[in-house]
């Protein structure tokens, strides 16, 4: 067991964490962030993806422990109080949504990208997005979501 | 036929969950907990056929945090999907039929407790001989999965047989026959499924992530011993099906028990593992096409047979099987059929219902040999296509009555997408293109099991405020069905979608629909939705109608405004007029039913492949070849689909996207493996592999609009046809870029390699230069 201090969209958190716990786990069941999906707990799904200090992560192959200090953001992190996040209007615009619960993983790995870059290519989107899968969309509305929501960061 | 124009209906709209799923606010099944709330966990078989001699529990029961553990005794009573193959129990009785096969389960405090329990639990078996391969299968009497099965392990034979078959191979110029196979795939949905019960005050309430909550809500009656007003189920957001949720697995009965049985509620939450274990997707299927055709390419007579490995138990198989030879008298008009095909047993987890069900890999074979014999013939096989196609307003020779159709349109749309006359057979040597049809029903005519009710209901009720409600039992599972029901609801009513709101898939407040199968939801929840919205719009009319002294006839509804004579001046509106309604004699509400028409014909059978409607689609590859490799990398592929007419483009466009994603990847690269022995060779994601974002091209649509006089505002399936010509479409295209054929699915590099070694031997192919 493990006191842990953390940052989780913003907001100080603390509390005591066993050696084995995952980050999924922590933000799931301890602190009730059910927008994290856990799709196999094995990382080959990627619906676990937060951001670590604004890196994409599987949250389920992280051990809690070794978060000590840093910053995670969530999906309920992502849309502030005025309304959703520019890759989240783009994914509701164009259809990139059906069942939703690759969802999550995809805003915040594809947020990730075009904070490094706003205006990557059709196949720079695909490479970046390639640890997350869909099963409902063949990844085409997926595309042109990232690719509009770059248009909304200064290039 | 050109569609009215419309004020909701064709335009692109945004989900009306859309927003809740990308803030993180939807509440999957896993999403949700109660105060007292067990985890269960399930002990699964490791032997592929074993006599269970003794389950001893004592251990688990004594270790602390534990609070139940169930056995199969408990729960004797069978199941499954079909009323005809009842053949499951919740977890296993007597004996075990597959590895994975559950057979005891515990609810404990938490996950830890509850694996540490499994440990505990004693299962002595006593192992049987296993078969893994259906045609040793069919013929070995000696090793019985099922002991119901009257000649060895053949579940079903179906034979069928319409029209003059023998003359019209006799009559044909040209007779070829040929054997495919393709192999099992699975869902792969990304949630896993989850089962969450509550037994309280004699009611039993579960959450799960079911694509049928009505046949569920009967399966936990009959299961459970409990009547069907003291169960509730409800869907919760469904993280994708595909048919993979479609039929009641074994986690909701148990859950619910350990429930009951402890007075606590219990959740169930499937591993990635047992996802793939619990499987009931695509049958694998040895198929044999026999095709005769006239000089000119015309059809004359086609002889299907097959040969369907049903896993273990009965599943949807009974209706797989029928569905494979059925729906292969369309998209081309076959004037003389015949249909043999065995489902059988063998010691694997059960095949089922995959998107596209039934008639994907027969598709495969066909699309496959109809180019085989316009090769053999020298006719274009888009001409040959064409040639063939079925016409609107037709009967099949099955009895299959076709009402809109353009599948002409939709060979010709791809074939000009993709530059079809100018580059088929005229590519550099591993380059090329390749093309498929296809169709598929909207929604089965029949129920699967016989009751005289409509097989959606829809209930809409009005609040003072403007707003409606409409309550379905549809379950939405990611397809967009209650977005679906608001554009209809909105449309009908004349007023925006976002004034309404959408109840849905939860069986005390939502009126029965049969379930998400079948591509049925938007033709029939639709039609339902249509005439509950002309119910009500009629009785705000009406008393509009009574206030204005008007003729109610001259009234409509307009952008929330009611219109009319004599009420320029001062404008009613939509929430006007339900208090006007209202205030008549208590709430506003409207009711519709849907069912299906009386179809088909009246063989044994002829219940399987009728439909109200059917959606027709043609698909267009370019594929590039590795001539060192064997690699095959689909550079476009173009997917046309008769759709009828398209409510929301955007959702329409997703399905056909992902649909033509699911068939690139069967072709490419799933294959539901079970190894000698029983073990599944493919548990995880990282082993059993879905197309990624890199594995992909930007597919691209074209939806076609036939425009169906029975569908609402025109509307047929496109979630599941579209599937069905992405297998054939790429592999024609590799015949067009190298010269081989591939007679197995998925297709390999070392296959490819083989054939074009094979094919060099032979003759001396040009290289690099354009083929004559």
Same mark, same amino acid.
């Given at each position: 067991?493990?006191?842990?201090r953390l940052?989780?969209?913003?907001?100080?958190?603390e509390?005591?964490?066993r050696?084995?716990?995952?980050l999924?786990q922590?933000?799931?069941e301890?602190?009730?962030?059910?927008?994290?999906?856990?799709?196999?707990?094995?990382?080959?799904?990627?619906?676990?993806?937060?951001l670590l200090?604004?890196?994409?992560?599987?949250?389920c192959l992280?051990?809690a422990?070794?978060?000590?200090?840093?910053?995670?953001?969530?999906?309920?992190?992502v849309?502030g109080?005025?309304?959703?996040?520019?890759?989240?209007e783009?994914?509701?615009?164009?259809?990139?949504?059906?069942?939703?619960?690759?969802?999550?993983g995809?805003?915040?790995?594809?947020?990730?990208?075009?904070?490094?870059?706003?205006?990557?290519?059709?196949?720079?989107?695909r490479?970046?997005l390639?640890?997350n899968?869909?099963?409902?969309t063949?990844?085409?509305?997926?595309?042109?979501?990232v690719?509009r929501?770059?248009?909304?960061?200064?290039? | 036929?050109?569609?009215?124009?419309?004020?909701?209906?064709?335009?692109p709209?945004?989900?009306?969950?859309?927003a809740?799923?990308?803030r993180?606010?939807?509440l999957?099944?896993?999403?949700?907990?109660?105060?007292?709330?067990?985890?269960?966990?399930?002990?699964?078989?490791?032997?592929?056929?074993a006599?269970?001699?003794?389950?001893?529990?004592?251990n688990?029961?004594a270790?602390?945090?534990?609070?139940?553990?169930?056995?199969g005794?408990?729960?004797?009573v069978?199941?499954?999907i079909?009323?005809?193959?009842?053949?499951e129990?919740?977890?296993?009785v007597?004996k075990?039929?597959?590895?994975?096969?559950?057979v005891?389960?515990?609810?404990?405090?938490?996950?830890?407790?509850?694996l540490?329990?499994?440990d505990?639990?004693?299962?002595r078996?006593?192992?049987?001989?296993?078969?893994?391969d259906?045609?040793?299968?069919?013929?070995?009497?000696?090793?019985?999965?099922?002991?119901?099965?009257?000649?060895?392990?053949?579940?079903?034979?179906?034979?069928l047989?319409?029209?003059?078959?023998e003359?019209g191979f006799?009559?044909?110029?040209?007779v070829?026959?040929?054997?495919?196979?393709?192999?099992?795939?699975?869902?792969?949905?990304i949630?896993?499924?989850?089962?969450?019960a509550?037994?309280s005050?004699g009611?039993l309430?579960?959450?799960?992530s079911t694509?049928?909550p009505?046949?569920?809500?009967?399966?936990?009656?009959k299961?459970?011993?409990?009547?069907?007003?003291?169960?509730?189920?409800?869907?919760?957001?469904?993280?994708?099906?595909?048919?993979?949720?479609?039929?009641?697995?074994?986690?909701e009965?148990?859950?619910?028990?350990?429930?009951?049985?402890?007075g606590?509620?219990?959740?169930?939450v499937?591993?990635?593992?047992?996802?793939?274990l619990s499987?009931?997707?695509?049958?694998p299927m040895?198929?044999?096409?026999?095709?005769?055709?006239?000089?000119?390419g015309?059809?004359?007579?086609l002889?299907?047979?097959?040969?369907l490995?049903?896993?273990?138990?009965?599943?949807y198989g009974l209706?797989?099987?029928?569905?494979?030879?059925q729906?292969?008298?369309?998209?081309?008009?076959?004037?003389?059929y015949r249909?043999?095909?065995?489902?059988?047993?063998?010691?694997?987890?059960?095949?089922?219902?995959?998107?596209?069900?039934?008639?994907?890999?027969?598709?495969?074979?066909?699309?496959?040999?109809?180019?085989?014999?316009?090769?053999?013939?020298?006719?274009?096989?888009?001409?040959?296509?064409?040639?063939?196609?079925?016409?609107?307003?037709?009967?099949?020779?099955?009895?299959?009555?076709?009402?809109?159709?353009a599948?002409?349109?939709?060979l010709?749309?791809?074939?000009?997408a993709?530059?079809w006359?100018?580059?088929?057979g005229?590519l550099?040597?591993?380059?090329?293109?390749?093309?498929a049809?296809?169709?598929?029903l909207s929604?089965?005519?029949k129920?699967i099991?016989?009751?005289?009710?409509?097989?959606?209901?829809?209930?809409?009720?009005?609040d003072?405020?403007?707003?409606?409600?409409?309550?379905s039992?549809a379950?939405d599972?990611?397809?967009g069905?209650?977005?679906?029901?608001?554009?209809?609801?909105a449309?009908?009513?004349?007023?925006?979608?976002?004034m309404?709101?959408?109840?849905s898939a939860?069986t005390?407040?939502?009126?029965?629909?049969?379930?998400?199968?079948?591509?049925?939801?938007?033709f029939?929840?639709?039609?339902?939705?249509?005439?509950?919205?002309?119910?009500?719009?009629?009785?705000?009319?009406?008393?509009?109608?009574?206030?204005?002294?008007?003729?109610v006839?001259?009234?409509?509804i307009?952008d929330?405004?009611?219109?009319?004579?004599?009420?320029?001046?001062?404008?009613?509106t939509?929430?006007?007029?339900?208090?006007?309604?209202?205030?008549?004699?208590?709430?506003?509400?409207?009711?519709?039913?849907?069912?299906?028409p009386?179809l088909?014909?009246?063989?044994?059978?002829?219940?399987?492949g009728?439909s109200?409607?059917y959606?027709?689609s043609?698909?267009? /590859?370019?594929?590039?070849? &590795? #001539? *060192? %490799?064997?690699? +095959? $990398?689909? @550079?476009?592929l173009?997917?046309?689909?008769?759709?009828?007419?398209?409510?929301?483009?955007?959702a329409?466009?997703?399905q056909v996207?992902?649909?033509?994603?699911?068939?690139?990847?069967?072709?490419?690269?799933e294959?539901?493996?079970v190894?000698?022995?029983?073990?599944?060779?493919?548990?995880?994601?990282?082993?059993?592999r879905?197309?990624? /974002?890199?594995?992909?091209? &930007? #597919? *691209? %649509?074209?939806? +076609? $609009?036939? @425009?169906?006089?029975?569908?609402?505002?025109?509307a047929k399936?496109?979630?599941?046809?579209s599937?069905?010509?992405?297998i054939?479409?790429?592999?024609?295209?590799?015949?067009?870029?190298?010269?081989?054929?591939?007679?197995?699915?998925?297709?390999s590099?070392?296959?490819?390699?083989?054939?074009?070694k094979?094919?060099q031997?032979?003759?001396? /192919?040009?290289?690099?230069?354009?083929?004559?």
């Amino acid at each position: 067991m493990k006191l842990l201090r953390l940052t989780v969209n913003g907001d100080p958190v603390e509390l005591g964490v066993r050696d084995e716990e995952t980050l999924l786990q922590v933000l799931r069941e301890r602190l009730g962030l059910t927008g994290t999906k856990q799709g196999c707990d094995l990382g080959d799904c990627g619906s676990c993806t937060v951001l670590l200090d604004g890196e994409p992560v599987l949250s389920c192959l992280v051990l809690a422990a070794t978060v000590e200090g840093r910053s995670v953001e969530t999906i309920e992190g992502v849309a502030g109080a005025d309304g959703l996040h520019p890759v989240q209007e783009a994914f509701d615009e164009v259809g990139a949504v059906q069942c939703g619960f690759c969802t999550p993983g995809m805003v915040l790995a594809s947020k990730a990208l075009l904070e490094k870059d706003p205006r990557p290519s059709r196949s720079e989107i695909r490479r970046a997005l390639s640890g997350n899968l869909c099963r409902c969309t063949g990844y085409v509305k997926i595309v042109d979501a990232v690719e509009r929501a770059g248009k909304a960061y200064p290039a | 036929m050109k569609r009215e124009p419309r004020r909701w209906v064709g335009r692109p709209l945004r989900r009306l969950d859309g927003a809740t799923k990308l803030r993180g606010d939807a509440l999957f099944t896993d999403d949700l907990r109660l105060p007292g709330m067990l985890v269960g966990k399930m002990l699964r078989s490791p032997h592929a056929h074993a006599r269970i001699l003794s389950i001893d529990t004592a251990n688990a029961e004594a270790l602390a945090g534990v609070k139940a553990v169930a056995v199969g005794e408990e729960m004797p009573v069978r199941y499954g999907i079909l009323p005809r193959a009842e053949d499951e129990t919740a977890l296993a009785v007597g004996k075990v039929r597959y590895v994975g096969e559950p057979v005891a389960a515990v609810a404990a405090i938490d996950e830890a407790t509850a694996l540490a329990a499994l440990d505990l639990i004693d299962v002595r078996y006593d192992p049987l001989p296993a078969i893994f391969d259906p045609r040793e299968a069919m013929t070995r009497e000696d090793v019985k999965i099922h002991a119901e099965t009257k000649v060895a392990n053949i579940e079903r034979q179906a034979s069928l047989l319409f029209g003059d078959v023998e003359g019209g191979f006799a009559a044909a110029d040209h007779v070829r026959e040929d054997t495919f196979f393709k192999a099992a795939a699975t869902h792969a949905p990304i949630e896993t499924h989850a089962a969450l019960a509550q037994y309280s005050g004699g009611k039993l309430t579960l959450w799960s992530s079911t694509q049928v909550p009505h046949y569920l809500h009967r399966a936990l009656a009959k299961v459970l011993e409990l009547p069907m007003e003291r169960i509730r189920v409800i869907k919760p957001f469904l993280g994708g099906g595909f048919g993979g949720k479609g039929e009641p697995f074994s986690l909701e009965f148990v859950a619910s028990h350990l429930a009951r049985k402890t007075g606590r509620p219990v959740k169930i939450v499937h591993t990635r593992e047992e996802v793939f274990l619990s499987h009931r997707g695509r049958h694998p299927m040895h198929m044999t096409v026999k095709l005769g055709v006239k000089a000119d390419g015309t059809i004359t007579a086609l002889h299907f047979r097959n040969i369907l490995d049903g896993g273990c138990y009965g599943s949807y198989g009974l209706v797989t099987l029928y569905y494979s030879g059925q729906l292969l008298t369309c998209p081309y008009v076959i004037p003389a059929y015949r249909f043999d095909g065995f489902r059988v047993h063998t010691n694997k987890p059960p095949s089922g219902a995959q998107r596209g069900h039934g008639g994907v890999s027969p598709r495969y074979a066909i699309d496959v040999q109809l180019d085989r014999v316009a090769e053999d013939l020298g006719i274009d096989p888009l001409e040959i296509r064409l040639r063939n196609a079925v016409q609107p307003d037709s009967v099949t020779v099955n009895d299959l009555r076709i009402t809109s159709c353009a599948f002409s349109e939709c060979l010709e749309q791809v074939g000009s997408a993709i530059s079809w006359k100018e580059r088929r057979g005229k590519l550099p040597r591993g380059r090329g293109v390749g093309m498929a049809g296809g169709c598929y029903l909207s929604g089965a005519g029949k129920a699967i099991y016989f009751n005289p009710m409509p097989h959606s209901s829809v209930r809409i009720t009005a609040d003072r405020g403007g707003g409606v409600t409409v309550f379905s039992g549809a379950a939405d599972i990611g397809q967009g069905s209650d977005t679906m029901l608001a554009v209809v609801a909105a449309e009908t009513l004349g007023i925006a979608p976002s004034m309404v709101t959408v109840v849905s898939a939860d069986t005390d407040t939502t009126p029965v629909d049969l379930g998400t199968y079948s591509s049925r939801v938007t033709f029939m929840a639709g039609n339902a939705c249509l005439e509950a919205a002309t119910q009500l719009r009629d009785v705000l009319l009406a008393a509009v109608a009574e206030e204005l002294e008007v003729h109610v006839d001259t009234l409509e509804i307009r952008d929330g405004v009611i219109d009319g004579p004599g009420i320029d001046a001062d404008p009613l509106t939509f929430a006007d007029a339900i208090v006007l309604a209202e205030s008549r004699g208590g709430p506003v509400n409207g009711v519709g039913g849907y069912t299906p028409p009386e179809l088909g014909g009246s063989y044994r059978g002829a219940g399987v492949g009728p439909s109200a409607a059917y959606s027709f689609s043609a698909h267009a /590859a370019e594929v590039e070849v &590795d #001539l *060192e %490799t064997g690699h +095959v $990398e689909v @550079v476009r592929l173009i997917a046309s689909h008769d759709l009828g007419v398209a409510l929301n483009p955007l959702a329409a466009e997703g399905q056909v996207e992902g649909g033509a994603s699911m068939g690139l990847g069967e072709t490419l690269m799933e294959d539901y493996e079970v190894l000698e022995g029983g073990q599944l060779a493919c548990p995880s994601l990282l082993e059993y592999r879905i197309p990624t /974002a890199v594995d992909l091209p &930007d #597919l *691209e %649509t074209i939806l +076609v $609009e036939s @425009v169906d006089p029975e569908g609402p505002y025109g509307a047929k399936e496109c979630g599941e046809g579209s599937v069905h010509p992405t297998i054939p479409a790429v592999v024609n295209a590799v015949y067009d870029a190298v010269g081989v054929w591939l007679h197995e699915v998925p297709i390999s590099p070392e296959t490819i390699l083989a054939l074009m070694k094979k094919d060099q031997t032979r003759r001396v /192919a040009p290289r690099g230069a354009t083929r004559p």
